[in-house]
């Protein structure tokens, strides 16, 4: 089920998801490599949020960094939800603070949320004995499945189309 926040003046949806504690057991490798491949997928998208919010956090540094020494009179403009209003640097500095901070705290949780996220791949991993076979290791895999009978599932790496 999808769940919708608004921070800074922008909309994300992010989905839902159950551990892997929670899950029914899948019915087949495809099944479980699906799985595994959805999770890897959300890491990503996890990965790729906390990168824009950092990118953001430093933004307002730069801008906290640059207008604290200035006069709290002077003019100074700032672009809320698609607008250019014109306030004082005493209006706009608390502000820009607010949202660092409140960026800062997001992106804390998202630290959370990954290290949760990658502990349950890991349990995922070890539970269906997934490995990663990579391109030139394929030659090494086809020994190995001769030699031994322990099952697992493999899976390719990881698509970079997301």
């Keep these: 089920m999808p769940k919708e926040r608004s921070?800074?003046?922008?909309?994300?949806?992010?989905?839902?998801?159950k551990s892997a504690s929670d899950r029914k057991?899948?019915?087949?490798e495809q099944a479980v490599a699906n799985i595994y491949t959805a999770m890897r997928s959300e890491l990503s998208q996890i990965y790729s949020n906390i990168t824009e919010l950092e990118m953001q956090v430093s933004e307002h540094t730069l801008v906290i960094n640059a207008i604290q020494p200035l006069d709290p009179s002077r003019k100074c403009f700032r672009m809320i939800g698609g607008v250019l209003v014109q306030r004082t640097i005493k209006e706009v500095l608390p502000a820009v603070q607010r949202n660092k901070e409140g960026l800062e705290e997001v992106v804390k949780k998202l630290y959370e949320t990954l290290e949760k996220k990658k502990k349950d791949l890991s349990e995922f991993e070890a539970k269906y004995k997934i490995r990663i076979r990579k391109h030139d290791d394929s030659k090494e895999e086809e020994g190995n499945k001769k030699e031994g009978n322990a099952q697992g599932v493999l899976v390719g790496p990881a698509s970079s189309s997301q």
Excluded at 7 to 17: K, L, P, Y
Excluded at 25 to 28: A, C, G, K
């Design 25 to 28: 057991e899948p019915p087949n």
């Design 7 to 17: 921070f800074n003046g922008r909309r994300t949806v992010t989905m839902a998801s």
